[in-house]
């Protein structure tokens, strides 16, 4: 049976830090996904599960191990979409919940609306039943390992692409955002086509400076240039790799296409990201380039 799973722990991966326990759990959680696959699960329930568990493991810059804003609060984004009916659901900005992504995979079930923010937001994770965080001084871990405000402008987001047994597609993307953000500010990783795109001919999670993302709708033109130009998708992404780093940033991002080829290039000193395939045995990688 064919299929292919990709994850990533962010491209904001610093020289001289240990990733070990990162590595570990990526190692563990791929082969999980590799298993939820097989099993017959969906590509989109597949990529919220893989996602989910990052984001409860505190290991990164998304959930539990998300970092303040400038106010001390942390606020967190979220997307994921389903390339089979391009259906979508995102949160941006949104405090106090356990797993942001999982509000995002309820508001694409739900199908009424892609996004919601503010308020709104966070009736809508109370009503469908979200696990809220009533200790946020406690439950939060990054900033008290760092604590510092030489971690200002630091960042790091969490992603996972799949293609399921069907041939279906799908990708996700959670994030605290950037260390002592502006209050309010959504970077790419809640915007459809930014920072998070699935469609019948591939699934991609970016990573890096969002504003540059954004600026360079740097999932979706991956999408684009294998559409339009009928580029590889090896080509395709670094492609838009160029055009973030033009658009003043620098990231990584993780992407499969319907044959189930993997990519996961990078312009930052590294990214943690792992990949498996039923043509690809396991990798994990933080700084080695493909
Ligand atoms: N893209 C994320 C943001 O700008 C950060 C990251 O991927 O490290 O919020």
């Not at 990533?8 to 990162?22: I, K, S, V």
């Not at 797993?99 to 309820?106: C, E, F, G, I």
């Not at 799949?162 to 209050?183: I, M, Q, R, V, Y």
């Not at 990519?263 to 380039?289: I, L, Q, Y």
Request: aromatic share 4%.
């Amino acid at each position: 049976m064919e299929f292919a799973i990709a994850l990533h722990g962010g491209a904001g991966a610093q020289p001289g830090t240990d990733y070990t326990a990162q590595k570990q759990h990526m190692g563990r959680l791929i082969v999980e996904g590799k298993e939820l696959l097989l099993s017959g699960m969906s590509a989109v329930d597949a990529v919220a599960t893989v996602v989910a568990d990052m984001e409860a493991s505190g290991l990164y810059v998304a959930g539990k191990g998300s970092m303040p804003n400038r106010d001390g609060v942390v606020e967190l984004d979220a997307s994921i979409m389903d390339g089979s009916q391009r259906r979508a659901g995102a949160v941006g900005a949104l405090p106090n919940v356990v797993s942001p992504v999982k509000v995002a995979l309820s508001i694409l079930v739900d199908g009424r609306q892609v996004m919601l923010a503010g308020d709104g937001a966070v009736r809508f994770a109370k009503q469908t039943g979200a696990e809220i965080v009533d200790d946020p001084d406690n439950y939060y871990c990054e900033h008290e390992r760092h604590g510092a405000r030489d971690m200002v402008g630091s960042h790091g987001t969490v992603g996972a692409v799949a293609l399921d047994t069907l041939g279906n597609l799908a990708g996700a993307t959670s994030t605290g955002g950037l260390f002592h953000k502006e209050p309010g500010r959504i970077g790419d990783t809640p915007l459809i086509g930014a920072g998070t795109w699935a469609d019948d001919l591939v699934a991609v999670s970016c990573t890096g400076v969002g504003e540059a993302f954004i600026r360079s709708a740097a999932a979706h033109d991956v999408a684009a240039r294998m559409r339009y130009s009928k580029a590889p998708l090896d080509e395709a992404a670094r492609a838009v790799l160029e055009e973030t780093r033009k658009c003043g940033g620098d990231g990584g991002l993780i992407a499969i296409d319907k044959d189930g080829h993997i990519t996961m290039p990078f312009n930052s000193h590294g990214m943690k990201c792992a990949a498996v395939s039923s043509e690809m045995d396991v990798v994990v990688r933080v700084f080695e380039k493909a």
